[in-house]
């Protein structure tokens, strides 16, 4: 059978959902994988599937613009008829849900968090939630529909507004992780205790509250540890923060930027304490799942999504978003007991093996292709 994927930009495929592409020869799936290439890619750089470039932007600047977007796709399942299409992230399942409710083609959306849609307040994002709610009603309406969430939060929020029915709803617990590739050791011995945040450098992410915390406990406190921040800049999201301004925000409270990282798991293998005070609208954060795999004790908000990738109080602690305070308190906790840090690494680290590999996340993908396959709904 032939699928089509698109998502809205290819570091987020590469990151989030290659693994998934990586799979469609063996299970017999002829995958197209299309998204807004922000570097240059060949075809079948990554694998037995094509790797093009989408006619949808990450983001568009205009009303026309927009138009000449969703014409433009519009002709390209028109033309080629996928037996499938698979969206990942809000604009992609709003444009090819759109289409495929037009065309009639079996249609699985990806919700990696609802977006700020669905947690701003204001009149105007009221009424744009109101506009996503009654689009995604309509195109989550035909038999041959099914909705991938990943967070609870989402999909009672989806089900609780009456957007679908229970059973078109399929789980998983987030993109999942190659376990085998995290956790190959620990460090060890009574050296300083390193605390890891590792995200992409938005606002919303808790940047500002991790090193106003980090900066707080190493002017206060007399524990032995070392504080890093790792991610790349991302000038497009909103709360984008800039270079000059990690760096500054870093050198002022003694925290250690690493800049962006491609061997994160080197890292999280040195690291004891991860920690993502993020207040994001989003799925469950792979990074979160990366740093249970690797042994590491978390910490992160009480925020859809992320509260979906510990179990409080064993793999980790649960904090107040947007509070400064709560999370000094949580690492003051954790960095006064190491025996806790230990302990809440090794059962972060069972989690992982028991709920958040990607090969479960690869067979509930490929589940619901074979159901299109075989003609169910």
Not at 153 to 170: E, G, M, Q
Not at 216 to 245: C, N, T, W
Not at 294 to 308: E, K, Y
Request: hydrophobic letters at 40%; proline letters at 4%.
């Amino acid at each position: 059978m032939t699928v089509f994927m698109f998502v809205n930009v290819d570091w987020f495929f590469l990151s989030h959902r290659l693994d998934i592409a990586k799979e469609s020869a063996k299970r017999e799936v002829d995958l197209t994988v299309f998204a807004d290439f922000t570097s240059d890619h060949a075809e079948y750089a990554y694998g037995d599937f094509s790797f093009l470039q989408s006619s949808l932007t990450r983001s568009s600047h205009s009303l026309i613009t927009s138009c000449v977007e969703f014409f433009k796709t519009f002709m390209v399942i028109k033309n080629d008829r996928p037996d499938a299409v698979h969206a990942v992230t809000i604009k992609p399942i709003i444009f090819l849900g759109i289409i495929c409710l037009m065309l009639r083609v079996p249609f699985i959306a990806s919700v990696s968090g609802l977006g700020p849609a669905f947690s701003s307040t204001g009149f105007l994002h009221k009424l744009r939630r109101r506009v996503v709610m009654l689009i995604y009603r309509a195109i989550f309406s035909p038999k041959t529909t099914r909705v991938i969430c990943q967070s609870s939060n989402d999909a009672s929020t989806l089900l609780d507004n009456n957007i679908l029915p229970k059973h078109k709803v399929v789980m998983t617990s987030g993109s999942g992780v190659a376990i085998a590739e995290y956790g190959s050791h620990r460090p060890k011995g009574s050296h300083a205790l390193n605390v890891l945040m590792a995200s992409r450098l938005l606002s919303d992410k808790g940047v500002m509250e991790f090193c106003a915390a980090a900066g707080s406990i190493m002017r206060k406190s007399k524990f032995d540890v070392a504080f890093y921040l790792a991610g790349p800049i991302d000038s497009h999201s909103p709360g984008a923060l800039s270079e000059v301004q990690v760096v500054e925000i870093c050198e002022f409270n003694n925290v250690q930027f690493l800049g962006n990282r491609t061997d994160l798991q080197d890292v999280l293998a040195e690291t004891h304490i991860f920690v993502l005070p993020s207040y994001y609208a989003e799925g469950v954060p792979k990074v979160l799942l990366e740093a249970a795999a690797s042994g590491c004790a978390v910490i992160t908000t009480d925020h859809p999504g992320c509260r979906d990738a510990i179990i409080p109080q064993e793999t980790g602690l649960l904090v107040k978003p947007r509070d400064t305070n709560s999370l000094i308190d949580g690492l003051t906790s954790l960095l006064g007991d190491r025996d806790l840090i230990e302990s809440m690494g090794k059962s972060g680290r069972r989690l992982a093996e028991e709920k958040f590999s990607v090969t479960k996340v690869i067979d509930i993908h490929y589940g619901l292709y074979n159901m299109f396959r075989m003609g169910k709904n």
